[in-house]
């Protein structure tokens, strides 16, 4: 009778490797496990910081800074200006400094961080944060948007309040200036809105960030160039009339919105009459809902 200690060891095969269990330092999570509306506020920072290149490489920083310098700048020369002058106004209003000075600034921006949020999530089915508790898919999307708003609205606000600082700083009128800044931030506010909702929509179709970026900055182009040429089509493009085709423009529909509302100016552009105003209004609301249901819609499917 032979016993297992009496069998001969078989050779060590070529090339087999024992298996070893290495202890890199690994340890179990012992903090308190916070709930989903902790982990849905992480992913909003996340993407804020994502949007001005924070927390990445250089190369990352280059764009956001140059828009946000490109947008803000103009307003400190605006201010420099009436300072030197002693004017006892700016030479621009604030939604109107929105409009006709940053708007290119701000499309831009739009157009390259929004694929940004979403492009490698969607290439790599994947987020870049771990969670001690799952989140949801509309958890996810709402973080997505706030934080893109939130980014516009960065780069909107900042020239707004180098203006109002300059103004105050220069003496000019505290009421007036008060009451115009903060119509300067509602316009901000439904700007940011207006094309985080566009840029969000298209970024959310392609994991390929270049193809989101043309296709966001083309559609915030190409609406506008279509809503100006049919309204010289129609006639006099300051007409009333020749005012509705703006409502394909996704900027000019909230400037016209906002002249109209708060009645800044009897030369600035608005919409067609008390209803024009209901009616882009309403656009503005269908457009920023619309653009929500369709990121949940799209989202149920990745």
């Known amino acids: 009778m032979t016993t297992q200690s009496d069998l001969p060891v078989p050779p060590a095969r070529a090339g087999a490797t024992d298996g070893v269990i290495h202890n890199i330092g690994y340890r179990g999570y012992q903090g308190p496990r916070l709930g989903r509306s902790y982990a849905t506020r992480s992913l909003f920072v996340q993407g804020l910081r994502g949007a001005f290149g924070l927390g990445r490489s250089a ?38 400094y929105l409009s006709n000075i940053g708007l290119l600034f701000f499309e831009i ?113 190409v609406s506008e160039a279509v809503a100006s040429v049919l309204a010289s089509l129609h006639g006099d493009p300051t007409s009333g009339s020749s005012a509705w085709a703006y409502v394909l423009g996704p900027s000019s529909l909230v400037e016209r919105f906002v002249n109209r509302v708060f009645s800044l100016a009897p030369d600035l552009p608005t919409t067609p009459g008390a209803a024009g105003a209901v009616v882009f209004g309403l656009e503005i609301v269908v457009l920023v809902a619309g653009a929500y249901a369709l990121l949940l819609r799209r989202y149920r499917k990745v």
């Open 109 to 221: 921006f739009v157009a390259a961080q929004a694929p940004v949020l979403l492009s490698r999530d969607l290439r790599h089915l994947t987020v870049p944060l771990y969670f001690s508790r799952p989140i949801t898919r509309g958890d996810y999307v709402r973080a997505k948007c706030a934080a893109m708003v939130a980014a516009t609205l960065v780069i909107m606000v900042l020239p707004l309040l180098v203006l109002y600082v300059g103004a105050l700083l220069g003496g000019m009128d505290f009421t007036r200036n008060t009451v115009h800044f903060g119509i300067g931030l509602l316009a901000a506010v439904l700007y940011s809105l207006v094309f985080s909702a566009i840029g969000l929509v298209i970024a959310a179709t392609t994991p390929r960030r270049g193809f989101g970026v043309a296709a966001i900055m083309g559609v915030l182009l």
């Open 59 to 96: 190369k990352s920083k280059v764009l956001p800074m140059l828009m946000l310098a490109a947008a803000t700048l103009p307003a400190a020369m605006v201010v420099v200006l009436a300072l030197v002058r002693k004017s006892d106004q700016l030479s621009t209003d604030y939604p109107q």
